[in-house]
T-cell receptor, first 114, second 113 residues
Framework: QKEVEQNSGPLSVPEGAIASLNCTYS??????FFWYRQYSGKSPELIMS????GDKEDGRFTAQLNKASQYVSLLIRDSQPSDSATYLC??????????????FGQGTILTVHP | TAGITQAPTSQILAAGRSMTLRCTQD?????MYWYRQDLGLGLRLIHY???????GKGEVPDGYSVSRANTDDFPLTLASAVPSQTSVYFC????????????FGSGTRLTVV
C-alpha cells in the first residue's frame, strides 16, 4: 500500500463546477496535511494546509480532513480553466527514514474545460 | 527575486558518468530537500538537511550524495549515473525542519542514456 494515495485521473470538470480531489494515507499517526498545486512544467506550490478534523476554507478552496478514515480531500468551487493543474496531496511522516518530512502522493491531474 | 535557483535546467548524461546538480537559496532557510519526480510515482524524497552541516537520508537515497557546507547551498551528486536515475529533480527549502510550506526550485530534468 502506498503511503499517500491519490486517484491519478485525469479528472475533467466543466468551468463553474465543483472539482473534488481525494487522498488517503496509511500513517495513522500523521497530524499535518497539505495540498500543493503544480502547473505543467512548473514546480509545486503550497495552496492549503489542514491539521484538524473537519473543513478549512480559503477562497474557492476547501480542504477536508477525516483522521479516523485517514482521508483528505480538496474541493475547488467555481472551477476555472486556470485551475487546470496537477494537485499533490502531502502528509508529514511520523516514522521511518523520512520522519518529519513531507511524503507526497502521485498527484491528480485536473482539467477544467470551458 | 528571492527563491531557489537550480542548475542546470536540463542535462543529458552518459551512464557511468558523475554529475552534480546545484541548488542555491537566498531566503536563509535552515532546511533543504532534494526530491525526484517520476510519472505515476509523484515526488520522492532523496536526501534532506535540517540545518547547515547536517544531512539525512530520505526515501530513495541510493546512488546519490549531498553536502551542506553552508546555509545557502545544497548540491546533489550522482557518483555513477544509471538510466533509472532519469527524472526531474526538485530542490526545496523551508524555514526550519518543522515548517511545511516548502519553496521549490524550478527543477532539473536529467536524462541518463
Amino acid at each position: 500500500q502506498k503511503e499517500v494515495e491519490q486517484n491519478s485521473g485525469p479528472l475533467s470538470v466543466p468551468e463553474g463546477a465543483i472539482a473534488s480531489l481525494n487522498c488517503t494515507y496509511s500513517d495513522r499517526g500523521s497530524q499535518s496535511f497539505f495540498w500543493y498545486r503544480q502547473y505543467s512544467g512548473k514546480s509545486p506550490e503550497l495552496i492549503m494546509s489542514i491539521y484538524s478534523n473537519g473543513d478549512k476554507e480559503d477562497g474557492r478552496f476547501t480542504a477536508q480532513l477525516n483522521k479516523a478514515s485517514q482521508y483528505v480531500s480538496l474541493l475547488i468551487r467555481d472551477s476555472q480553466p486556470s485551475d487546470s493543474a496537477t494537485y499533490l496531496c502531502a502528509v508529514v511522516r511520523t516514522g521511518g527514514t523520512s520522519y518529519g518530512k513531507l511524503t507526497f502522493g502521485q498527484g491528480t491531474i485536473l482539467t477544467v474545460h470551458p | 527575486t528571492a527563491g531557489i535557483t537550480q542548475a542546470p535546467t536540463s542535462q543529458i548524461l552518459a551512464a557511468g558518468r558523475s554529475m552534480t546538480l546545484r541548488c542555491t537559496q537566498d531566503m536563509r532557510h535552515n532546511a533543504m530537500y532534494w526530491y525526484r519526480q517520476d510519472l505515476g510515482l509523484g515526488l520522492r524524497l532523496i536526501h534532506y538537511s535540517n540545518t547547515a552541516g547536517t544531512t539525512g537520508k530520505g526515501e530513495v537515497p541510493d546512488g546519490y550524495s549531498v553536502s551542506r557546507a553552508n546555509t545557502d547551498d545544497f548540491p546533489l551528486t550522482l557518483a555513477s549515473a544509471v538510466p533509472s536515475q532519469t527524472s526531474v529533480y526538485f530542490c526545496a527549502s523551508s524555514e526550519d525542519f518543522s515548517s511545511y510550506g516548502y519553496t521549490f526550485g524550478s527543477g532539473t530534468r536529467l536524462t541518463v542514456v
